[in-house]
């Protein structure tokens, strides 16, 4: 059903992609407004020696919510986008050429750790993995699922009261590296698995523990992208432009304006006039997270000759989290 409503979508990245796909499956008109020349952002592959090898996320875990966002749009993910489910979820190789090989099957890695660094190490690796996994349990709809909450408080609340001993569990407070540290003593397992920390750019030294939940997603499923990670971004832009999106690639979002200083805080905006110069005040980029209502002065002309707007979409990421929340 079109609805009345134009949205923009400033990058083509993940959260871009999933954000276009959703609003225009919803029947508002979309732009998606990309500074490469191709979908991917982050998701993209470079060449080398002649083949194209993914320069950026390899790892494709929690497929249940592509799955969803497919679903949502009366589409098919496995249809679409070809996948391969892996029992071989890394193979870590250290300096002195020893090696380990982790498994998405617990016992299977358990067995691995202790001929690789002894019982006690495969001990401790089936505590941090039980751990692991009541962390992702507590966070699991409160959290990874949800919007992001107000404050700890407003976390505490969705976890329930009656939970209070596993949300402290969460560890929000230590850091992964300290909690590694108690549950193994080989080095090479404390840097192996201080590496889920590096997964959002984080140090080990300073992200809290909580990032240990990510062992437990890797060991509830990774897969394997046919052809590569840039083919989810292709799937993605296909669906999306099916849907009735438009992409513009070569096309740099260059500003935002705010209009008279109104704020929406929501995604559906109605259509508005640029009026270059007219602006107050000019929003950050943290405005826009936050949704305030902006329009966007672009290098390239949107709409028609640039004299009606696209009301802005600068919260993909928001609408992955709400996309569990509100179906088509
Ligand atoms: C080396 C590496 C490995 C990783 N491995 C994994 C992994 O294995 N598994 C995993 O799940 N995650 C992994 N990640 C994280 C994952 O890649 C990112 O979380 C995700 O791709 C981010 O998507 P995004 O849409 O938020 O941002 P991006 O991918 O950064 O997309 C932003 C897009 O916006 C465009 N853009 C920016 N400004 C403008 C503008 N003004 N106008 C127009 N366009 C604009 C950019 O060109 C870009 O295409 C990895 C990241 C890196 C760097």
């Not at 240990?212 to 992208?225: I, Y």
Request: hydrophobic letters at 40%.
């Amino acid at each position: 059903m079109a609805r009345e409503g134009r949205i923009v979508v400033v990058g083509a990245g993940i959260g871009g992609l999933v954000a276009a796909l959703l609003m225009a499956a919803r029947g508002y008109e979309t732009i998606i407004l990309e500074s490469a020349e191709a979908p991917g952002g982050k998701m993209r592959e470079v060449l080398v020696n002649g083949r194209y090898i993914d320069a950026g996320p390899t790892v494709f875990t929690m497929r249940w919510v592509f799955d969803e966002i497919f679903d949502a749009v009366g589409a098919s993910f496995a249809s679409r986008v070809g996948l391969t489910r892996v029992d071989l979820l890394g193979r870590h190789v250290w300096g002195d050429g020893s090696q380990l090989d982790l498994y998405s099957d617990l016992d299977r890695s358990a067995d691995a750790i202790g001929e690789f660094a002894g019982a006690a190490e495969a001990r401790g690796y089936r505590n941090f993995s039980r751990r692991a996994e009541e962390i992702y349990r507590t966070l699991q709809h409160s959290f990874i699922c949800a919007s992001r909450p107000k404050n700890p408080l407003s976390l505490v609340a969705r976890v329930g009261l009656t939970r209070l001993p596993q949300m402290m569990a969460i560890s929000p407070y230590a850091t992964l590296w300290g909690t590694l540290q108690g549950h193994f003593r080989d080095p090479r397992l404390q840097q192996m698995f201080g590496r889920y920390s590096t997964y959002c750019g984080s140090s080990p030294f300073s992200a809290p523990a909580t990032l240990m939940l990510v062992s437990h997603v890797e060991r509830e499923g990774v897969w394997l992208v046919d052809g590569g990670m840039s083919r989810l971004a292709g799937g993605l832009r296909d669906l999306a432009t099916e849907r009735g999106a438009e992409f513009r690639f070569g096309c740099r979002a260059k500003r935002i304006i705010v209009e008279r200083g109104r704020r929406r805080g929501n995604l559906e905006w109605r259509r508005q006039r640029v009026r270059g110069g007219l602006a107050r005040r000019r929003s950050s980029r943290c405005d826009a997270e936050r949704g305030a209502v902006e329009e966007f002065a672009l290098r390239h002309d949107v709409g028609n000759g640039g004299k009606d707007g696209w009301v802005s979409l600068g919260a993909s990421q928001r609408v992955l989290r709400r996309r569990l929340s509100r179906r088509i």
